[in-house]
């Protein structure tokens, strides 16, 4: 693709107001740091790629989920890198409220590990579902954005919902 000003602008601004969606995407998918950056910048230079693909018809959040879910799906299937357990890094401190005592800073910093611990056990479809559920999209945008129905959604959502549950067992039993 050439270069153009009027996509490089759009682009930079997309990436400004939509990093949340590409940060959890990457979180969801990568296990270390260095492969959350990796990714991140694959779904970065997908999303230039893809650009003039953007016909508008969709929200500017909704196509650049499915964009990132794609990119992430494929990046998944084209490499073997993903064995063993979620490393614990500052990525998580990100998400983790910066307004909570040390303490409670802390416990939510253990807890988000071990959802996204959760997470990656799960298969690569659960596993997307489970982050656009967890980022409060409505069934209707989840819908548009993985190409299911609204039914389909709600019914593999049901199915992930359990698998988390059971994956997070020993999670909820120390909450309560």
């Known amino acids: 693709m ?15 107001s939509h990093r949340g969606i590409i940060f959890k995407v990457t979180l969801s998918f990568a296990r270390t740091a260095t492969e959350v950056a990796d990714l991140q910048q694959e779904i970065q230079l997908q999303l230039w790629n893809s650009l003039s693909a953007f016909s508008g018809k969709a929200k500017a959040s909704t196509w650049i989920y499915r964009v990132s879910l794609n990119t992430a799906l494929a990046w998944r299937r084209g490499t073997d890198r993903r064995t063993g357990k979620i490393e614990p890094d500052a990525s998580l401190s990100q998400i983790v409220d910066q307004a909570a005592s040390p303490a409670d800073r802390a416990s939510q910093h253990e807890v988000l590990g071990q959802l996204y611990a959760a997470i990656h056990r799960m298969d690569d479809a659960d596993r997307a579902l489970i982050l656009l559920l967890l980022d ?13 129905t609204e039914i389909h959604v709600g019914v ?5 919902r359990k698998r988390l549950t059971t994956l997070m067992k020993g999670v909820i039993d120390e909450l309560e």
């Open 156 to 160: 593999a959502l049901t199915r992930a």
């Open 136 to 148: 409060g999209l409505a069934y209707r945008e989840i819908a548009e954005i993985t190409g299911l």
């Open 2 to 16: 050439s270069k153009n000003p009027a996509h490089e602008a759009l682009l930079k601004e997309w990436l400004e």
